[in-house]
């Protein structure tokens, strides 16, 4: 297994070209099984998570080819297998995006219950209301979901809990059903506009992705299109932060900074200078910072993605800072790790209470999840001496080249393999 080698001091410098969106590529990669005609996308980021979903989009036929290098063509023409095996899902629960759209075009889809997750329980009780309301039959047997239905059918869903995947779900679903979808609490983050921005130039009928209310009037059928996947906000958002924390200059290239306004707020607050263009974010910091209060909440609150790497940021902060996470009830695992660097930090219930230390210093950590192993990338990043993180496999399930590209803005970062 891979582990990161970091020599903890160096101010970050430079600039750095931000990866498409693993958020926004998943769900759209899933689109290509609205239509028999090809989907060609660009700025498809490498990851692992978007391999897995390859994997999965080819297990069920469509045709996949990857051509230049961030490119990719996808055709569903026929989906033999109109199945999500439990191999497939249990690596990526994001595989459950495969469920609306396949039901939608074929009547039938079978899909493997995600299992528990180690950032909390996550059900997918609201996707299975979502396709029922709109007259799915669904019933779950042997640990899969199996769903039918003639043709879906519009109908006004009103979601209990604000779920993205389960937004995008039924975003795809409803632009093949007969009538007019609407969808009321939807989750308002950017990765839902791309997906319905990609729905549209495919031929269906939305309105309103990006507010709490998207309609979706249903179409016979979809066509093929092309589109390009907006930038990666919480890679974005990460390399910000080092720059913060390193006391350093970074200039995020190819961003997309109106989907990051919490996050830059929040960076502007821990004393650090935000300045940014159409498509370009710099921040430059002396890396004297003030402990900053973060709430995690749906879109355009703070992301949960980005609390870990918030943590970090505070644990070498002057004075203290709560940090609350309202999405996922188990998702402060890199705390006992942050603190096995020196961090002082107390947690009751969904809130942690850290502290500022004036260093953290090199240890050996676990990463336990992916945006866990970035926060733990950052604090070694300014740590004493060599850090180790071991398990970064999660890493790479979200960030494209990472290492690279933090050496090549002067970090000393190495992969051991
Ligand atoms: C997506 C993101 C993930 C991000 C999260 C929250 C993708 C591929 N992943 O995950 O990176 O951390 O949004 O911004 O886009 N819930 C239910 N019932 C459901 C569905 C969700 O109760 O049927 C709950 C979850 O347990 C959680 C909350 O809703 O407490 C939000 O989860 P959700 O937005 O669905 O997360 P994902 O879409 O899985």
Known sequence: ??????????ALAGEVRI???????????????????????????HLKDVGTMLALLGHMGVTVTPDERNHV?????????REAPYEM???????ILVLGPTLARFGEARVSLPGGCAIGSRPVDLHIKGLQAMGAEISIEHGYIHARA?????????????????????MMAAALAEGTTVLANAAREPEVVDLAECLIAMGARIEGAGSGVITIHGVPELHGAT?????????????????????????ALDAAPETLVSVLGKLADAG???????????????????????????????????????????????????????????????????????????????????????????????ATDLRASACL?????????????????????????????????????????
């Not at 790790?337 to 020196?342: C, N, Q, S, W, Y």
């Open 377 to 417: 990338v950052l604090a070694g990043l300014v740590a004493a001496g060599e850090t180790t993180i071991e398990r970064i496999y999660h890493l790479d399930r979200g960030y494209e080249r990472i290492e690279e590209k933090l050496t090549q803005l002067g970090a000393r970062i190495q992969r051991i393999h």
């Open 89 to 95: 899902v249990k690596t990526m629960r994001a595989s």
């Open 272 to 366: 650090a200078k935000v300045t940014q263009g159409d498509d370009w974010i710099e921040v430059e910091s002396d890396g004297v910072l003030n402990a900053v209060d973060v709430r995690t909440a749906p879109h355009p609150a703070f992301p949960t993605d980005m609390q870990a790497q918030f943590m970090a940021l505070n644990c070498i902060a002057s004075g203290a800072a709560s940090i609350t996470e309202t999405i996922f009830e188990n998702r402060f695992m890199h705390v006992q790790e942050l603190r096995r660097l020196g961090a002082n930090i107390e947690v009751s219930g969904h809130t942690a209470l850290v502290r500022g230390v004036p260093r953290l210093d090199g240890a050996t950590v676990m």
């Open 1 to 10: 297994m891979d582990s990161l080698l970091i020599r903890g001091g160096n």
């Open 73 to 81: 063509t996808l055709c569903g023409e026929s989906i033999p297998h």
């Open 19 to 45: 990866s498409g969106a693993k958020n926004a590529a998943l769900p759209i990669l899933t689109a290509s099984l609205l239509t028999a005609e090809p989907l060609v996308l660009s700025n498809v980021p």
């Open 227 to 251: 589109h390009r996947v907006m930038p990666d906000r919480i890679e974005t958002g990460t390399f910000l932060v080092a720059a913060a924390m390193t006391g350093g200059r970074i200039r």
């Open 150 to 170: 003639k043709r879906l059918q519009g109908a006004h869903i009103a979601m209990d809990v604000v779920t993205v995947t389960g937004t995008e779900n039924l």
